[in-house]
């Protein structure tokens, strides 16, 4: 039989807290991914910096947490649920600061490194301590302090100018001796005041009560609600499930992309709204078909004088079936009714809220993808935007008369971006109109519909 002590079964608590407030503040993190352009970056990043991808545990010094920001910078996260200013080398506070200077080693600072040369670049990189709101003073407010005061100084401007009273002139020097120390350690020097600036100015102090009830738990709900989620109903459920995906995150030492978070929330039932740089794009994309539409209406009735007849095809409901698991292309000779098939297709999957794109290839003059996103009056590339249209069912990208591209650059650009969409995108289904003649002398597009 094995006993515990009060203070083994305290510290094995405390521990347990600990990784539960850091899978708490991976998933805040996640929240922002999410949110996109819909919420203001942190860590005083530059204000058009989104959040785009993060991973848990790395090999880094600083390890808890990688955020790989949209401008290709870094963010190392260091995460203690609870820290004091304390001198002592082995103490939260002291083990964050010796692994900021490790990782200001690893990545690539040398000694004799020339003027205008960084190791971490502090425009785009960051060293980010996540602390719990119970961390104390010296660290929430007076550190924080003058490590912003810091980053505006001149090159050469004493460190000490930093504090301006007391308080803030011991939270400064705990945090150099700490970071002498460690520089000693890791280069077998001391390290001159620059050298110390280089450091500090990397490291971000932040603050997150992601706890039960906590201010930042309310304000990742609440982006959940207003940018994330199309029924803000489903915000308590999708902030569990992020908690207990970056559990497992971090035991398997991995992370995900803004694509993956979707289809893991998704793939739980959890409706998404497309990320705000993508909206205006789709709702352009829907007036778009939405016009092709109507321009094709005409192929699936038969006029008789007066009289607006409807075709009534049965190849719908099985090119509806079809297409619900794979991509499809609609062949027959001129006037079989391909067309007029397209549109009931199209007409179907309206009624059914679901989304789809037209695109008629004899409307179409772009000769390669970026020119259709110019045509097209869009502000990223189509199939970046497909890949960025979130939704739980398959969606449909229409394409009429292929074979009526106006010239042998705009039908690559198209068999382009058919390539891409069946390649490459899981939600998307390709369902494209030829003639027979025009299919049996395109090898290209016989091997993208092989199936």
């Not at 990782?103 to 980010?128: C, I, K, T, W």
């Not at 039960?212 to 989620?229: F, H, P, Q, S, Y």
């Not at 398997?252 to 979707?262: H, I, V, W």
């Not at 549109?343 to 179409?364: Q, T």
Request: proline share 4%; hydrophobic share 40%.
């Amino acid at each position: 039989m094995t006993f515990k002590s009060s203070r083994e079964i305290e510290g094995g608590t405390a521990a347990a807290r600990g990784m539960t407030y850091q899978y708490r503040v991976s998933a805040w993190v996640a929240v922002r991914i999410l949110a996109e352009a819909g919420t203001s970056p942190p860590w005083s990043l530059p204000a058009e910096t989104t959040l785009d991808w993060f991973r848990c545990e790395t090999e880094d010094p600083v390890d808890d947490l990688l955020v790989g920001t949209s401008g290709g910078g870094h963010v190392f996260c260091q995460i203690k649920h609870r820290m004091y200013l304390c001198k002592a080398p082995n103490s939260d506070f002291g083990s964050a600061l010796s692994q900021c200077v490790r990782h200001f080693a690893a990545h690539g600072y040398r000694a004799e490194m020339q003027p205008g040369e960084r190791a971490l670049d502090v425009r785009s990189n960051r060293l980010v301590i996540i602390a719990g709101p119970r961390s104390s003073a010296p660290i929430r407010v007076h550190l924080v302090a003058v490590l912003k005061r810091l980053r505006t100084f001149a090159q050469g401007q004493p460190l000490g100018d930093a504090a301006t009273n007391k308080e803030e002139r011991r939270a400064l020097s705990v945090a150099v001796s700490h970071i002498k120390r460690a520089w000693r350690a890791e280069f077998g020097t001391d390290p001159s005041d620059d050298e110390i600036r280089s450091v500090l100015c990397l490291i971000y102090i932040q603050v997150l009560d992601v706890d039960e009830g906590g201010n930042e738990e309310r304000e990742a709900k609440d982006l959940l609600r207003g940018v994330v989620l199309r029924n803000p109903e489903q915000a308590d459920v999708a902030w569990a499930k992020l908690i207990t995906l970056c559990a497992t995150f971090a035991a398997e030492r991995s992370g995900t992309d803004r694509l993956g978070l979707q289809r893991i929330l998704l793939d739980a039932g959890i409706d998404l709204r497309a990320p705000q740089s993508y909206r205006e794009d789709i709702e352009r994309l829907r007036r778009y078909s939405g016009r092709i539409c109507k321009l094709l209406s005409h192929h699936a009735y038969i006029q008789i004088g007066p009289t607006r007849l409807k075709i009534r095809r049965r190849c719908t409901d099985e090119l509806r079936r079809v297409a619900e698991s794979a991509s499809v292309v609609v062949i027959g000779e001129p006037g079989a009714g391909k067309s007029g098939a397209l549109y009931d297709f199209i007409e179907a999957v309206r009624s059914d809220e679901r989304d789809f794109v037209l695109l008629a290839a004899d409307r179409l003059a772009a000769g390669s993808l970026g020119e259709l996103r110019e045509e097209l009056g869009l502000r990223h590339d189509l199939c970046e935007i497909l890949e960025n249209w979130p939704g739980g069912r398959p969606a449909f990208l229409v394409i009429d008369a292929l074979d009526a591209a106006r010239d042998g650059l705009a039908e690559k650009a198209i068999l382009d971006l058919i390539r891409i969409v069946v390649e490459r995108n899981a939600r998307w289904r390709v369902v494209a109109s030829i003639r027979k003649f025009a299919l049996r002398y395109n090898a290209e597009l016989r091997e993208l519909f092989s199936g």
